[in-house]
């Protein structure tokens, strides 16, 4: 296969167009939406930000150091905790390209700084950055001592196992209100579930469900 130059790689990342694991941005003018993508990417399978690119793969370079420095400061300043990164220049077409490409965290949930301060850990789902639930939550912050082997159900997890299994997409306040049993239960519940790979999250028509894996 031909070594593809800097200017070929670049071409060839814009051709897959905005998925789960890259976006396209124009320019940076919000170091809060940075911040927002970083903790999506980094909360997920990590990914791609193409600087200087337009939603429609056309490029329109960068202008200016200002756009790096506002990278650093939405990883660094407005993420918690900070997310790991690499910065790279391109030359395509005549113009400035820069890749920023985010690993996955092994500290979850990394969080994004509002306008007002206020943290918000956000996951990426196919090409857009959505605030995690509560159950997304519980997931990364549940203690070592509860990922040991699953050995039996208690009644509760039987239960709203049943109505999982009745229904085909239930959400979290669905859950709550079938079951009768406490939000913080629930939440709890299904971020194990989630663990063990019995339970997945689904997102549809702009909200997360919560449904049995098929086996």
């Known amino acids: 296969m031909k070594e593809l130059t800097g200017e070929a790689y670049i071409l060839e990342l814009i051709k897959e167009g905005e998925h789960q694991q890259q976006d396209f941005k124009f ?6 939406k940075i911040a927002k993508s970083l903790s999506a990417f980094a909360n997920t399978d990590g990914g791609r930000l193409l600087i200087g690119v337009k939603d429609n793969g056309k490029i329109a370079g960068v202008h200016s150091e200002e756009e790096q420095y506002m990278i650093q400061a939405a990883a660094e300043m407005y993420c918690v905790p900070a997310v790991d990164y690499e910065m790279t220049t391109f030359l395509v077409e005549g113009k400035q390209v820069l890749l920023a490409d985010i690993k996955p965290s092994e500290q979850r949930p990394v969080c994004a700084k ?11 789902v196919a ?22 082997e699953l050995t039996a159900f208690t009644e509760k997890e039987q239960h709203l196992l049943s109505l999982l299994n009745d229904y085909r997409l239930l959400s979290l306040n669905k859950c709550c209100k079938l079951s009768g049993l406490p939000r ?25 469900y919560f449904t049995q894996r098929n086996s």
């Open 27 to 32: 320019e940076i003018s919000d170091v809060c």
């Open 114 to 124: 509002d306008e007002n301060g206020k943290l918000w850990a956000y996951i990426r």
């Open 127 to 148: 090409d857009e950055n959505i605030l995690a639930t509560p159950v997304h939550l519980r997931y990364w912050q549940q203690d070592e001592c509860e990922r040991g």
């Open 184 to 208: 913080h239960t629930i939440i709890r519940l299904l971020a194990r579930f989630i663990r063990y790979g019995i339970v997945e999250a689904v997102y549809q028509d702009q909200k997360f």
